[in-house]
């Protein structure tokens, strides 16, 4: 069973009476990769910055290896931190830089005497970190000579240099690695890259690492855990796949990739109406008729002939994306995303099916109608609401014309 590491318990930030994050709880394995992810203001940097010990809470605990943490200053707290501005000194070498907090003194706890690290100490963990972070020979480089991901890799290297299993005299404390948006600063190439050696660094060190972006492929790509936050407060928590296919609300499953989220209406166990038509799911114990947010991945829909759909629908919009195209299909007015292999030209009319496995039910929240209508106008927000639409009778008058 994997161990707790750390614990943030019912905790809450405030700044002049306006709460950022609001009662918090989360744990945090040894060893795992976790990602805390959401937009800007969501309190995900409050919630690092905690754990970090650069601020505490308004209100509850932080615990580590249980042990309550509030009141420990950050450079005691066995937890370092790389910010996407890497700070590197640019009068340093490569060497110098990772270094850096190696020459710095550390108290004995129980001489309480100051002590330095030998020389050859630094010499063999300087040489350990350039190694795991693939700058091997890169020792005697001045660090404005490098690239963006070869000063990214200095940043961690450095940080992971004063694992506490070194400098606390040998003493078996886990490390904890905090990083915030670290690959912000690199084009869209180097992060990726550096995505996966993230991953095989965390792996090869065997620590934890606790992330904090905004970019959903990133948190997918990387996490063993995802954190999705918004106005304050956990919104979910779950692996990569979880959070992708089984979202709780309209928020995560809109934040999280792209969805079409339609209301609709729980009709039994496996039985969801939108737009007037059954559908079967995988999704239960719901009230009967009880009305649901319906999320549909553009990549779970099948386009096929127009007699053979479940739904018809008119094509507005084609854009190429190299592995696929993005296609805006009209249906009764709410416009959705289909991402396919198969080109449908604009104007086009077609019909899709969509198999039980790629409807998610969701419960309504205070995100209901905020997310997942591809619609660029507000009157068709209007006519999809209006509860005597009947697509049924659309679908009549507009074979009655063609004849």
């Known amino acids: 069973m994997p161990k707790e590491l750390i614990r943030l318990a019912n905790c809450t930030m405030a700044f002049d009476g306006e709460v950022v994050l609001d009662n918090i709880n989360l744990y945090i394995n040894d060893q795992e990769f976790l990602t805390l992810l959401g937009p800007s203001g969501c309190g995900k940097t409050t919630t690092l910055r905690i754990i970090g010990g650069f601020q505490t809470p308004t209100q509850g ?4 290896d249980g042990v309550r943490i509030n009141d420990v200053p950050p450079h005691k707290r066995t937890i370092n931190t790389v910010f996407q501005r890497y700070a590197l000194f640019p009068h ?42 693939n700058l091997k020979g890169f020792e005697k480089r001045a660090v404005s000579s490098l690239s963006g991901g070869q ?24 490390a904890l690695l905090l990083l915030y948006e670290p690959l912000g600063a690199l084009d869209l190439r180097l992060r990726k890259d550096m995505q996966i050696e993230l991953k095989r660094i965390q792996q090869a060190m065997g620590i934890t690492f606790i992330y904090v972006t905004h970019d959903q492929e990133e948190a997918l790509a990387m ?28 928020f995560v499953a809109d934040f999280i990739g792209e969805s079409n989220i339609i209301d609709g209406i729980m009709r039994a166990d496996g039985v969801v109406e ?9 999704d239960k114990g719901f009230a009967k008729d009880e009305p649901v947010d319906v999320v549909i991945r553009p990549e779970d829909v099948d386009i ?19 592995m696929q195209y993005d296609i805006i299909v009209d249906f009764y007015g709410f416009k959705w995303l289909i991402q396919t292999t198969d080109l449908s030209p604009v104007g ?8 039980p496995d790629g409807i998610h039910v969701m419960k309504k929240s205070h995100y209901s109608g905020m997310f997942g209508d ?22 009549q008058e507009a074979e009655h014309e063609e004849e």
């Open 223 to 250: 996490s063993d855990t995802v954190v999705v936050m918004d106005e304050g407060k956990i919104q979910q928590i779950g692996t990569p796949e979880d959070i992708y296919n089984e979202p709780k609300n309209a």
């Open 61 to 64: 605990d932080v615990f580590f």
């Open 151 to 174: 000063q990214q890799r200095v940043a961690i290297a450095r940080a992971l240099a004063l694992s506490p299993d070194i400098l606390c005299f040998d003493e078996p404390t886990s």
């Open 348 to 355: 086009s009319r077609i019909g899709i099916k969509i198999d």
């Open 374 to 395: 591809y619609s660029s106008y507000s009157e068709e927000y209007e006519e999809i609401s209006d509860a005597d639409y009947d697509p049924e009778a659309e679908d």
């Open 304 to 322: 096929v002939p127009e007699g053979q759909g479940q739904l018809k629908g008119t094509v507005t919009s084609v854009t190429f994306k190299g």
């Open 92 to 133: 340093l070498n490569v060497f110098e830089n990772i270094a850096f907090g190696l020459r710095i003194p550390k108290t004995d706890p129980e001489s309480r005497r100051k002590v330095k690290l030998p020389e050859s100490e630094i010499q063999e963990r300087v040489l350990e970190m350039l190694k795991v972070v």
């Open 274 to 282: 939108i737009f007037n038509r059954r559908f079967q799911c995988l």
